[in-house]
């Protein structure tokens, strides 16, 4: 079983696609939403108290999680899911093993091992590469970090087994694609021939991307042989900001 939220969209992209994985792989896989099974509809109001404090003040989101990584606040934001015990556990059922896309389902997921009530291995999939200490659950068998570098925060956070995978991409962003198909969506997306510096603002679109950008070469690239940019920003589910403004080339909303 796979557990994710429907918030942005991160959480749900890495839970399909590691579905989808383990489907090919001969595996049955059911996934549910971490919203649903918060009672009371609490989890649906969250999602939207969460988009609405995105959208009208954004830098507040990184004031609350800096609280909320304080030891004894993140104790207290784990308690609070406490409510989600028995829902998660009905939907788990007789699932040979769990793995969570979401903190919050992670910290549900561990409290149930700890009681003993989860006999299934829980396994905690850290979407994020800067690791918030909420992700780590005692009592999450594995975590799986996409980075040394994120492995190494998640050791520091407590986290024992902590194992580096490959990032859960869907294949039709690693397959090459012919250099006409390329070309040819280049000229229906209205982007130019030049070098492309994705600025992804994620699904909702939120936070200060619409100021200006600035691109860099590489590590280890001299600068002067690396071109200007055409700086394109990309949001999934949002309209984006009104307008664009201008860097290295051209600057361009896409959704």
């Not at 012919?178 to 603002?201: K, M, Q, S, Y």
């Not at 590489?218 to 403004?245: D, I, K, L, Q």
Request: charge should be positive; glycine fraction near 10%.
């Amino acid at each position: 079983m796979v557990v994710s939220a429907s918030i942005g969209a991160g959480h749900d992209g890495a839970a399909a696609e590691l579905s989808r994985r383990l489907r090919a792989q001969g595996h049955q896989v059911d996934r549910h939403d971490f919203v649903d099974l918060v009672p009371r509809q609490a989890g649906a109001r969250l999602r939207g108290l969460y988009r609405r404090q995105l959208t009208v003040l954004p830098r507040s989101w990184g004031w609350l999680l800096a609280l909320a990584g304080a030891p004894r606040l993140a104790r207290a934001a784990a308690a609070l899911t406490a409510s989600a015990d028995d829902a998660l556990l009905a939907a788990i059922g007789d699932a040979s093993a769990v793995v969570s896309t979401y903190p919050l389902a992670s910290q549900v997921l561990g409290r149930l091992r700890r009681q003993g009530r989860l006999a299934a291995p829980a396994i905690t999939y850290l979407t994020d590469l800067s690791v918030h200490p909420l992700w780590i659950a005692d009592g999450v068998d594995v975590h799986l970090a996409l980075h040394n570098d994120v492995a190494r925060q998640a050791k520091d956070l407590g986290a024992t087994d902590v194992r580096v995978v490959a990032p859960a991409v869907a294949p039709a962003f690693t397959e090459l694609v012919p250099a006409d198909t390329l070309a040819a969506a280049r000229a229906r997306l209205g982007l130019p021939a030049a070098p492309i510096a994705l600025v992804v603002a994620g699904a909702w679109g939120s936070g200060p991307s619409s100021g200006p950008q600035r691109t860099s070469p590489p590590p280890g690239s001299p600068s002067r042989s690396w071109p200007a940019a055409a700086t394109t920003r990309c949001a999934g589910g949002s309209t984006g900001p009104a307008g664009s403004s201008r860097s290295a080339g051209s600057t361009t909303w896409r959704r």
